[in-house]
């Protein structure tokens, strides 16, 4: 715990940012056609596939306002944390009513937790992100919670035998993307991600580049 303080990464707990887009039919054309899915299911007033919404309120932020590793430079709405890796751990999503092709959502973020753990690869600072869609009458459409991770550069053998241990789900369906399904979600995510791309994932950080 000497290379950060938690006290001051959780005063982020709390600062939330508002976001708005249209659920635009080609938009989600472009998904249909990248997982495989018919398009001539995706129209006007056609209620949008669970997890679609993750194409939308991209944030577009410019290449010289980027972090080492893709994302947005840390300390703006997400906490400053000095450790080199960010990845999604996990999240819950909770599907209230439909999101329709064609309207216009918003959609309110905030930061929940902002919690440290020792783990078998070093430190970890776990940021737990709450997501809310709402249609524009008000109604909630979808909660989302994500928990985003902060690690050190560690082998990728060490990172794979630590997602391995997952909770046994009720339902479970095998998919296996190709590496053309992944390039061109990363594209229609606009997600330039340093994981997404770069086997080893190790990154040489400076600090203070995120303070």
């Given amino acids: ?3 950060f303080d938690l006290d001051y990464l959780r005063t982020w707990i709390g600062k939330s940012r508002t976001d708005e887009d249209l659920i635009s039919v080609r938009h989600s054309k472009l998904m249909a056609a990248t997982v495989d899915y018919h398009q001539s299911n995706i129209r006007d007033g056609d209620n949008l596939p669970p997890l679609w919404h993750w194409t939308y309120f991209l ?3 410019p290449a010289s306002e980027l972090g080492l590793d893709g994302h947005p430079a840390r300390g703006g709405f997400m906490p400053p944390v000095p450790l080199p890796n960010r990845m999604w751990a996990g999240g819950r999503v909770t599907f209230i009513s439909p ?5 216009v959502v918003s959609k309110a973020s905030s930061i929940l937790t ?3 753990k020792q783990g078998r690869s070093g430190d970890l600072v776990f940021v737990t992100v709450l997501h809310e869609i709402k249609a ?3 109604e909630l459409l979808i909660r989302e919670e994500q928990d985003i991770v902060y690690k050190e550069s560690t082998p990728a053998k060490v990172v794979a035998s630590t997602l391995a241990i997952m909770p046994i789900a ?3 369906k095998t998919y296996s993307p190709s ?3 992944l390039f061109r979600y990363s ?3 606009f997600n330039g991600h340093r994981i997404h791309y770069d086997v080893d994932s190790d990154i040489t950080v400076n600090p203070t580049r995120y303070a």
């Fill in 1 to 3: 715990m000497s290379t």
């Fill in 59 to 61: 944030e577009g932020v």
């Fill in 170 to 172: 009720q339902f479970t």
């Fill in 187 to 189: 594209a229609l995510t």
């Fill in 99 to 103: 999101v329709i092709v064609g309207s």
């Fill in 179 to 181: 590496s053309t399904m």
């Fill in 114 to 116: 902002v919690n440290y």
């Fill in 136 to 138: 524009q009458h008000g």
